[in-house]
């Protein structure tokens, strides 16, 4: 190159997309179910996306922002989340929450057993599916007095292979063998689908309409094994 000769900067070429690993439900299905996991949910689409997206979002902020409810807690109508440690006690922080919650808003007797079962199997089962030092997140709702809802959130990526899929599916309804029961005993229903962007992994869902006759209780579950 002639000593005199203007430099002109390089002009960097363009990076290749990075090839997507999440699989995305089809357009126009929300919660679009992974491999037959379950039946499928009537929980609304935000709720199987971003786990912090409890409800939607209001199209004006209002600044300074109102007050928080003062209304009494009720047993027909709440909504909690939990983000927790992919880790062997979990499940228990979870149950005991879970508890708290359910014993604030004087939810009926017959419900807190089953209900307590369900968080408890449900953190396990994330906690399964998450790598340590990930978060898994939990939701407990309940609306106009209809059955109670528990929804966990893991970060496994869907797997883009059919095959793995497959794989993959079928170990997640072994894991979740317990809530199947729990589910189909108390009127429920249960399942497991992609979580909608922005939120990565699989949205797993479970509800109890009434209580379950021998149901395990407090006591029986909290000490279960994350394996």
């Known amino acids: 190159m002639p000593e005199n000769a203007p430099l002109t900067p390089a002009t960097p070429e363009p990076a290749p997309a990075a090839a997507s ?12 179910q992974l491999a037959a996991g ?6 609304p689409a935000y709720t199987l996306g971003s786990p912090y997206a409890l409800q939607s979002a209001s199209a004006i902020t209002h600044c300074p ?6 209304k009494e807690p009720s047993a027909s109508h709440f909504a909690y989340g939990l983000t927790l440690p992919s880790a062997t ?9 879970a508890g708290a919650v359910l014993d604030v808003h004087g939810v009926e007797d017959e419900l807190i057993d089953p209900a307590l079962s369900l968080v408890h199997e449900l953190a396990v089962h994330a906690c399964r599916f998450t790598g340590a030092g990930e978060l898994v997140h939990l ?4 609306s106009d007095g209809g059955a109670l809802q528990v929804v966990a959130y893991d970060t496994h990526t ?7 899929a497959g794989q993959c599916a079928e170990r997640r309804r072994v894991s979740l063998a317990a809530v199947r029961e729990l589910t189909e005993a108390g009127g429920g229903e249960w399942g497991f689908a992609a979580s909608h962007p922005p939120a990565a992994g699989v949205c797993t869902w479970a509800t109890i309409a009434h209580g379950v006759q021998g149901a395990s209780g ?3 579950v ?5 394996a």
């Open 65 to 70: 922002p109102p007050p928080p409810g003062l």
């Open 218 to 220: 407090a006591a029986g």
């Open 38 to 43: 379950g039946v499928r949910s009537s929980l």
């Open 139 to 142: 939701v407990l709702r309940r």
């Open 21 to 32: 690993t999440a699989r995305r439900a089809p357009a126009g299905r929300p919660g679009h």
């Open 222 to 226: 909290a000490h279960g094994e994350v």
């Open 89 to 97: 006690g979990t499940p228990v922080i979870a149950h005991d929450s």
């Open 158 to 164: 869907p797997h883009l292979n059919s095959r793995l």
